[in-house]
């Protein structure tokens, strides 16, 4: 399973856009790249997932290029809300969903 | 559609006592696993139960911890005699399939806090 390196905080103010970078030298060639979110006192929650180019979605877009060894996750205009722990995560499409978490990314957004 | 259930949300117990966490994943969700957050590191996968069979164990710690799903429906996480590094938040998730497109939804996970 790919192994995954993603900054270990950030900072930013409401109103911003985020990207957060992951890298994944390693990615296999049916790896799909998924990100979580979680919030203090729960489990992580699903936010998009994609395989090459760009995925969009309600709450967020990612970013990935051809050759796939890395990818960024962009966050519009957070608010103060989208104070959480972003995991990178891939290796997804491996026959079962043994999913591997690295440290994430703490982000932290003030007023 | 109700989320990933887990109870208890906290526990405390004394080393060498059993705890039994529970999971009820989403109803028609054939795909249950658990992980485990120990305090300070990274969350690190234990199970993978596809109904009521054991499909990957591989990160189960040791033989004090066992895993049952009867009847394919909710899962119990056991840990007999419990120490002191067991401490931590033990999440359950489910999946309707395990296709690429069929992400995990985790539960809200149980601390357990073992003395």
């Known amino acids: 399973l790919a192994k995954t390196t993603q900054p270990i905080s950030m900072d930013s103010y409401e109103g911003q856009e985020v990207n957060i970078t992951c890298s994944h030298n390693n990615i296999a060639t049916n790896d799909y790249i998924t990100w979580y979110q979680q919030f203090p006192s729960q489990g992580p929650r699903f936010i998009i997932q994609?395989?090459?180019t760009k995925v969009t979605n309600e709450v967020a877009s990612l970013f990935i290029p051809a050759d796939r060894k890395s990818s960024t996750l962009s966050l519009p205009r957070v608010s103060l809300s989208d104070t959480a722990v972003y995991y990178c995560?891939?290796?997804?499409?491996?026959?079962?969903?043994?999913?591997?978490f690295g440290t994430g990314t703490r982000l932290l957004v003030s007023p | 559609e109700a989320g990933v259930t887990q109870f208890p949300s906290h526990s405390v117990i004394e080393k060498g006592q059993t705890v039994t966490l529970r999971c009820d994943p989403i109803?028609?969700?054939?795909?249950l696993y658990w992980y485990r957050r120990v305090m300070g590191k990274e969350i690190k996968f234990l199970l993978h139960f596809v109904k009521e069979s054991k499909q990957d164990e591989s990160g189960m710690p040791n033989n004090r911890f066992l895993a049952e799903r009867t009847g394919g429906t909710y899962s119990t996480l056991k840990v007999q005699p419990a120490e002191l590094e067991d401490s931590g938040v033990y999440f359950c998730?489910?999946?309707?399939?395990?296709?690429?497109?069929?992400?995990?939804?985790f539960g809200n996970g149980t601390r357990l806090t073992v003395t």
């Open positions: 109803s028609g969700h054939d795909n």
């Open positions: 995560l891939v290796g997804f499409n491996t026959g079962f969903q043994k999913l591997v």
């Open positions: 998730a489910s999946s309707q399939d395990i296709s690429y497109n069929s992400p995990l939804h």
């Open positions: 994609g395989y090459k």
